[in-house]
């Protein structure tokens, strides 16, 4: 009812200026007007009264080469600047006309396909308002004197029409029934609807659309109902699931679980001093600065969380490290130390706090090194933050700690870099000159020159710009004070041209591609020593590397992916010939497994190595959908070292944690998961899985918000308890026999 009141409202706004114009126009006026031409809407009769004769100057309008000017009057002049619509505006609403058409004709379908009232009651109101929406755009059309349908031989920027379903579609969806009509039409719908705000985006995209107010609203207001409608038919398809995951319920410590062919053996809070105890659920607030005009409107999570001011990722678990029977997990606050039993449990030893997020951690002998990134990080750790633009108090880079004492861990040296470091990978030592290499990718802003000289920003023509490469690191173990950047190879540049930015510029790949982040750093590295082999997830690039001068790494093979949006990091499989690369489509802060999410979109990428080049074979995501509360995304996971098979476990945030088995590279098959429920059934609060990691029999999972989860797999249809036990044996064939550190793989071997 609302709508239609709305509706009603804005064609008497539509039509008054008109009236007004028309009558006030006489025919004297209209016969001149129609002898002069100009833009849509421009009136371009004007009389001048005696003493703007005097003073005027003539106003020309030129024509074509070789075509006379034309005298215009000095409101016909401004006007033209002024044009309340454009051909793509027309082209717009030919197009949805269309579009909500379709939507019609699938609602239509309902009431004899189905018994669902849910889905029922949902046509209904889709086939009400699209109705009512399709008679305010044909008489805004009406007003104007342009066509309703689209005339394909017009001057008019045609606009796209995405997620029109096809005619084959249409005719599975007129054929099915019941449960199986309903899936159909709520996956077909929401693309449907999706489609259409892809439609307002590129119509956006037009300098000068959407000028007229009373469209502009209608366009914000489709904008809003049709998000709104997204989620609702999520929510609807998510119930419709058959997997235990789709259906928990919401909760910090106590949400609902789902395990298969999983045991849980421990679950450990956060550690005192690593979270909130008056917010532990780090619950947005709503700020008076947010506070949204109509309180009353409905809007989606999203929208919702704008007006939120979020703690976010203060407190957040991010990854972790082990050596012998030593867990380090990573904090955006620090990291906590803990000691792993018999039993496989983690007991907390020692907590240290040093704010600056990423917080990612590796263990080499008795050093830590922690990955840096944020601007509010000290040198001296401080809690206070660094408030000028250029400071030497902030510290971005590489963080090292001697942790020989592990209930006394102390900073002994650090690097500074331009662009700070969001993760590094342990390339080798330390060798027999007593040092460690190790890559750096920073992932930020360029920081001031003013703070570091040698940072130059995006810069044209400056090839001394940070930006297209990574920092290779040497720590001296004898002395890590003097830890330095040895090189900083531009492994981004054409090998032609010398262009540093040679590969991937940003932007999507063509029509219904995803939108990809441009290639000017790694946010992974992954190194396989033992081959001279590393894995690059280089934000629009899977990168292959040559790492036998671990100083000059050297590209083998680049690849792309039109539905990947960020590369974000790679593991090789045991046998080192396979890696699984992941999208972290969204950053990892969005729900990205909903119901409606392409399966390749956020999902993992199996290529082979063949001859030293990367052959596809293809796409695995978690298959259970979920909420819009629920941020869900591939992320970090290792390989499971069973004899002749390759398994991977792997977090998903939101989404839990899940068993890949990818021993045929072409049909990846989920042989394992563990699920919890949202945080917050209303609010969409960063959680779930950051890393989950295989050690010594053990699976470790880091829950950004609750702490840390440990399990151990159970025998399955799947995997056979010798196979459990065997993998449990493992160990490096190369190097220390007890240590694990993300982004850096040995081989595993068994015990004869």
Known sequence: MKKNIKIKELKFLLLAPMILFFNGCSEDNKQESSQISGPKDVPLSYELSVEEKSLSHPILLPGAPGEDSKLIDPEAATNIAITTYVDADISFLQGMIIHHQQAIVMSNMADKRTNNKTIVDLANR?????????????????????????????????????????????????????????????????????????????????????????????????????SVEIE???????????????????????????????????????????????????????????????????????????????????????????????LVAGNYHGFNIYEIDHMGVPELLSSVVCPGGQGDVSIVDNLLIMSVEQTRSRVDCGLQGVSKEASPDRFRGIRIFDISNLSEPKQVGAVQTCRGSHTHSVVSGPDETGKIIVYNSGTQGVRDEEEMEECIGNIPGDKRTALFRIDVIEIPVAEPSKARIASSPTVF??????????????????????????????????????????????????ILFDISDPYNPRRLDVVTDVGFAYWHSATFNNAGDK?????????????????????????????DIVDNKLVFKSHYKMPAPQTETENCVAHNGSIIPIPNRDIFVQAWYQGGLSVMDFTDSENPIEIGYFDRGPISEEQLISGGYWSTYYYEGKIYGTEIARGIDVF?????????????????????????????????????????
């Open 579 to 607: 890696i699984v690369f992941t999208d972290e489509w969204g950053g990892g802060g969005r729900p990205r497994c909903r119901a409606w999410d392409p399966m390749d979109w956020g999902a993992n990428a199996i290529y």
């Open 232 to 326: 609702r038919m999520n929510a609807i398809a998510v119930n419709l699931s058959d997997d235990p995951r789709s259906k928990l319920s919401p909760g910090h410590y106590d949400a609902e679980e789902a395990i298969f062919n999983l045991e849980k053996v421990a679950s450990l809070k956060k550690p005192i001093g690593f979270y909130n105890p008056n917010n532990p659920k780090s619950k947005g607030i709503k700020t008076s600065a947010g506070e949204d005009k109509d309180d009353n409107a409905e809007k989606t999570v999203e929208e919702k969380s704008r007006s939120l001011r979020s703690p976010i990722l203060s407190f957040a678990n991010t990854d972790m490290a082990f050596r012998d029977n030593v």
């Open 126 to 226: 889709i086939d009400a308002s699209q109705e009512d929406e399709i008679s305010f755009m044909e008489n805004w059309l009406k007003l104007r004197g342009e066509d309703i349908s689209i005339d394909h031989s017009s001057h008019h920027m045609h606009i796209g029409m995405a997620g029109m379903a096809s005619d084959s579609e249409l005719g599975e969806l007129e054929n099915s029934e019941s449960t199986d009509f309903d899936r159909l039409f709520l996956q077909l719908m929401i693309s449907h609807h999706d489609g259409a705000l892809k439609m307002v985006k590129e119509l956006k995209e037009y300098p000068g659309t959407a000028y007229d107010p009373i469209l502009n609203e209608f366009i914000s207001d489709l904008v809003n109902d049709q």
């Open 493 to 542: 540049a054409d090998p032609e041209t010398g262009a540093l930015g040679g590969l991937w510029s940003g932007g999507d790949h063509g029509d219904d591609t995803q939108e990809t982040s441009r290639t000017d750093q790694c946010h992974d590295i992954t190194v396989f020593p033992s081959k001279n082999l590393a894995a690059g997830a280089c934000s629009g690039n899977g």
């Open 712 to 752: 151990q797999m159970t025998p399955s249809q799947f995997i056979t308890q010798k196979e459990i036990d065997m993998a449990a044996k493992a160990y490096p064939a190369v190097g220390d026999k007890r240590l694990f550190n993300p982004q850096q793989q040995f081989p595993l071997t068994w015990p004869k």
